[in-house]
């Protein structure tokens, strides 16, 4: 019996949060499907990427739920935060109100988890992405902003790719 768990996946919930349009799921398509889609396509409610990797020698089904951004899809997202191992903050470098929201959106999470210490169970990355652009927000804003909230952070282009699977393997799989 004790066998048979360990060949079964474990499996995780991550999820994305963020401004609209700050590339949330062109990081999940980059990295679940290995493409990145051009053209901008608003995320209706939540939308939903699913992967496995190997962590540990163990098998891990990764499912990532890309949340809306756009404040009319609130009551879609509350239902989402709660059991998530691992929160994906994403923000755009090339806009600097983006960054800016990512205070906005840890106070969401903390209203709707409403426990304290199911918020310090969750695994939390800062993503910093769209670095092929001309940026607004320094490395070193992001970095220390990360930083004074105990947050890895990671530098990244989900058009070029650079940078996302870094994120995953070393960020978010660290769980």
């Known amino acids: 019996m004790e066998k048979e768990r360990n060949k079964r996946p474990i499996r995780i919930k991550i999820i994305s949060m963020g401004n609209a349009e700050v590339g949330k ?8 499907e290995k493409r990145f889609v051009h053209k901008y396509l608003a995320t209706i409610g939540i939308d939903y990427g699913v992967t496995k ?7 891990v089904k990764v499912n990532i739920f890309d949340m809306a951004g756009h404040s009319i899809f609130y009551d879609v997202r509350n239902e989402f935060y709660k059991d ?4 994906l903050l994403v923000y755009d470098v090339s806009d600097r109100s983006s960054f800016e929201s990512l205070d906005h959106w840890l106070t969401e999470m903390r209203n709707e988890i409403g426990n304290a210490s199911e ?8 993503c ?9 927000v320094d490395e070193s804003d992001g970095r220390l902003w990360a930083d004074s909230k105990g947050f890895r952070y990671f530098e990244m282009s ?10 995953f393997q070393v960020g978010i799989f660290q769980l």
Request: aromatic share 6%; charged share 25%.
């Open 25 to 32: 799921s062109c990081i999940i398509k980059r990295y679940c």
């Open 53 to 59: 990797v190997t962590v540990k020698n163990r098998e």
């Open 84 to 87: 998530t191992q691992g929160a």
């Open 119 to 126: 918020m310090q169970n969750v695994f939390y990355v800062v």
């Open 128 to 136: 910093a992405n769209k670095t092929d652009l001309k940026r607004k």
């Open 158 to 167: 989900a058009q070029t790719g650079e940078g996302i699977t870094e994120m």
